[in-house]
């Protein structure tokens, strides 16, 4: 019974089902940039794009500002009081 009551209490405080999901979601996010990548479709049908950037760079420009969107994404979630959240 001390056992639950402990994982429940660590579930409270962590909120491992919340950080799973976003985990998760952020993993597919990068699934989907790499494969896009390797098959050249949008937005890495273009040697260069508009912007100048050529294909290589405009993956890692769009992979480190997904992952700057879940670290924010994370930050706010552990930082916001639980009666609060969504």
């Given at each position: 019974?001390?056992?639950?009551?402990?994982?429940?209490?660590?579930?409270?405080?962590?909120?491992?089902?919340?950080?799973?999901?976003?985990?998760?979601?952020?993993?597919?996010a990068?699934?989907?940039?790499?494969?896009?990548?390797?098959?050249?479709?949008?937005?890495?049908?273009?040697?260069?794009?508009k912007?100048?950037?050529?294909?290589?760079?405009?993956?890692?420009?769009?992979?480190?500002?997904?992952?700057?969107?879940?670290?924010?994404?994370?930050?706010?979630?552990?930082?916001?009081?639980?009666?609060?959240?969504?």
């Amino acid at each position: 019974m001390r056992l639950v009551a402990a994982v429940v209490a660590l579930e409270g405080i962590f909120h491992p089902r919340e950080l799973w999901r976003n985990y998760d979601l952020i993993a597919a996010a990068l699934r989907e940039e790499e494969m896009r990548y390797s098959t050249q479709t949008e937005p890495y049908d273009e040697e260069i794009s508009k912007d100048g950037l050529d294909r290589f760079h405009r993956l890692v420009k769009r992979v480190e500002d997904r992952i700057k969107e879940e670290r924010l994404d994370t930050v706010a979630r552990r930082t916001v009081p639980s009666e609060e959240k969504p």
